[in-house]
């Protein structure tokens, strides 16, 4: 996703206290993460001085995701925590004639999904037009929608979710097009990526863009060779200039968007997200709007990272690594190395297929690497979007300049999406105690045109390698990049596990497929484990949170290209049922 458009500080009321910096925490811990007490982790801890257990699971399979437990026959919970997770016999003690016993009746239960990668942001495009491949596939369907748009309240035309590179007919909305489509009021088309947007001359006027223009830092007003504007801009420093007048919804109205992404999330079954762009709308208040409605009510916990072009203002604040609760915490710091594959400004090695571009970065590697030693050396752990096999390239260069100046264990640093991510690669994210975050969505969707259009078939053999990854002994996650794609975790653990994309119903690289139960965990205890959360979630363990999922079958044996379709009966945060 794109970075921020209005950066302007606007300091929040919050309420919590900066924990330690990362590197004060124990190892195999990350700051802020709470850890249960020695005593919390024991039964009869909780029995004695807390009294039985208040609900009591049984009936059906448990996937327990733990390493050491793999599986049960019962999790008893009390207070908001599991009480123990074990056999009918070794639980049936811990039950009183106050005990809910909740029987799942052949339903599994499993840890609630996390999603390691979303942007609570794109709510504010809940009402623009939608000419997505899947809700205009052709071409004409989307320039009858763009043509039919209604303007918004401040007179512009906005629509998002344009894909040229999967629509049927590959449109180009050059700036004669966008003029022809809509010739008097001001029109903004962002494509589904983020990164890139197309404005017609009308928006060009009202923005005080023209061909004298000089391209805002880490982004691009596109010209032809005559050094006359196209209409097309790369990168969300490029839109800043359009975003004013733009409807933003602020106050009730963006936090009730965001509740209702929240209660969206729970009947996915989630129950932790992990918004990898706060601050990317409207700077530091942001946070302040996700602090509003992460509230006693919220269906999930939430973590996140802040942007990296925000860092002088967050440090304002008097923030500090770990910041917040065990519902809403901050854990880290975003930054880009470069664009989107599909959009042609991921930086690639060599060329895109026909063309003489190999996309862009979004800042050199000097200071991309200035931005990744600031704020590991604050103590932060670090998230760098980086696509093209090049950018990863430079995001590792600068993740390895920042560990030799500053050693760190436990940091948790992360490569976003990873994309095209070659053996090299992984060998030097194993050595750096790096892990990916892939959007497997890109598989499903993309996976045909990277393969014939974009990149060709050997760079897209090396997409989204999950199998090689874990092989290596890497730690991965499985996300949406909402509103990339759909926010559906199940969905991710079908794609990872059949690698079947969408056109055509090909494999792409069978080889990289993995098991469903290594899917699962890339959603599960290996999301936690990302977001610093795995000492209170991601999997069913003593003392840990009893945020469950509740599925009608278990996704171990139904046929993988099934497990997307597996109905949510509920899900639980810290033992209160979510799904209304």
Known sequence: MCAACDLTPKPPQLKSTAPPALSSAPSGEVPGAARPTTAALNPAYWQDEHGDAEMLISGGPIITMDPNRPDAEAVAIREGRILAVGTMEELRGLAGPGTERVNLDGRTLLPGLIDPHMHSSMVQLNDWVNISPMNTPTVDEVFTALRNAPATSTGWVLAQQFDPSITEGHPVLTLEVLDRLVPDRPLLVLESNGHIAYVNSAALARAGVDKNSVDPPAGRYTRDDRGELTGRLEESSALAAFSQGLPFVTGDAATARIRDLLWHAASKGVTLLHDCG????????????????????????????????????????????????????????????????????????????????????????????????????????????ANGDAAIDVTIDAFEQALKAHPRANHRHRIEHCSVMRPEHIQRMVELGLSPSFLIGHVRWWGKAFQDRLLGPERTAFYDPCASALSAGLRISLHSDWNVTPLEPLRYVQDAATRIMAEGGEVLNASERISVEAALRAVTLDAAWQCGADTITGSLERGKYADLLMLEENPLEVAPTSIESIAISQTFLAGKACIR
């Open 278 to 385: 706060i601050g990317s709308i409207d700077g530091t208040a942001d946070l302040a709007g996700l602090e509003q409605v992460l509230d006693a009510d919220s269906p999930v916990r939430y973590r996140g990272m802040l942007v990296s072009t925000a860092y002088d203002a967050w440090m304002g604040m008097g923030l500090r690594p770990g910041f917040g609760t065990d519902l809403f915490r901050v854990d880290g710091i975003k930054a880009w190395s470069d664009g989107s594959n599909q959009a042609g400004t991921g930086f690639q090695r060599e060329p895109y297929l026909g063309q003489k571009s190999r996309g862009s970065l979004n800042y050199s590697p000097e200071e991309l690497a200035g931005v990744v030693l600031r704020a590991h050396t604050d103590g932060w752990q670090l998230g760098v979007h």
